[in-house]
């Protein structure tokens, strides 16, 4: 079974970066696409990012790609989440995920989640 432990949220001023990680624990983590959801404050979680398992491909949501960027390090077990010029709207709990499939990804393993919260 894969453990997620994301880290790396916090409270910052808009238009600030941030750098969320999450660290995968468990049998051959390099076997599983990985990725990024959010909820913010009374709404559903949503789809963030995506990383396939070799990190050649990735799919963003679609008001997500010029800001925030996903890559991982197999070596490390770990992905990353690059978040510039954050916005209030970005407030929320930021999830890692885990799914064997790449093209459908939905998660099958969560981490607790990271909150990352955005001031005007």
């Known amino acids: 079974q894969v453990q997620l432990v994301e880290s790396g949220g916090g409270l910052v001023q808009a238009g600030d970066s941030l750098r969320l990680s999450c660290a995968a624990s468990g049998p051959i983590v390099s076997e599983y696409a990985m990725g990024w959801f959010r909820q913010a404050p009374g709404k559903e979680r949503e789809f963030v990012v995506s990383?396939?398992?070799?990190?050649?491909?990735?799919h963003y949501a679609k008001s997500m790609k010029e800001r925030f960027t996903i890559s991982r390090d197999n070596a490390k077990n770990t992905v990353y989440l690059q978040m510039d010029m954050l916005q209030p709207e970005d407030t929320g709990v930021y999830y890692c995920?885990?799914?064997?499939?790449?093209?459908?990804?939905?998660?099958?393993?969560w981490g607790q989640g990271t909150q990352v919260t955005v001031s005007s």
């Open positions: 995920a885990a799914d064997r499939f790449f093209l459908s990804f939905r998660g099958d393993y």
């Open positions: 990383i396939s398992r070799t990190g050649a491909n990735t």
